[in-house]
Nanobody, 122 residues
Framework: VQLQASGGGLVQSGGSLRLSCAASGRTLSSFATGWFRQAPGKEREFVAAINWDGSYTYASEFRKGRFTISRDNAKNTVYLQMNSLKPEDTAVYYC????????????????WGQGTQVTVSS
């Protein structure tokens, strides 16, 4: 499956962005899909994920309540709604997919998109 992330950009602190992850090649309906991010000089970190049928989502502790992940299997797309953005949210955001169930370690994800830059100004 090929993943294409989009929707990043420059936003002021407190603003919102919605990232999209569109899949091609295979349907996403059998895959858990997640979002990770990587800031310069830092390791890639888990942001949020949703399991294959959308019945379960998980967001990392520090982002619960600000970030919401959802999926539309009919459009083969997963979304990350990000609200109340902070400068420390600045990073390249990557979407990833793996069969069925969520994992929080990036090493356990099989397919990756190219990343989209999110920059939050103070």
């Amino acid at each position: 499956v090929q993943l294409q992330a989009s929707g990043g950009g420059l936003v002021q602190s407190g603003g919102s962005l919605r990232l999209s992850c569109a899949a091609s090649g295979r349907t996403l309906s059998s895959f858990a899909t997640g979002w990770f991010r990587q800031a310069p000089g830092k390791e890639r970190e888990f942001v949020a994920a949703i399991n294959w049928d959308g019945s379960y989502t998980y967001a990392s502790e520090f982002r619960k309540g600000r970030f919401t992940i959802s999926r539309d299997n009919a459009k083969n797309t997963v979304y990350l709604q990000m609200n109340s953005l902070k400068p420390e949210d600045t990073a390249v955001y990557y979407c990833a997919a793996r069969i069925l169930y969520i994992r929080t370690s990036s090493h356990e994800w099989d397919y990756w998109g190219q990343g989209t830059q999110v920059t939050v100004s103070s």
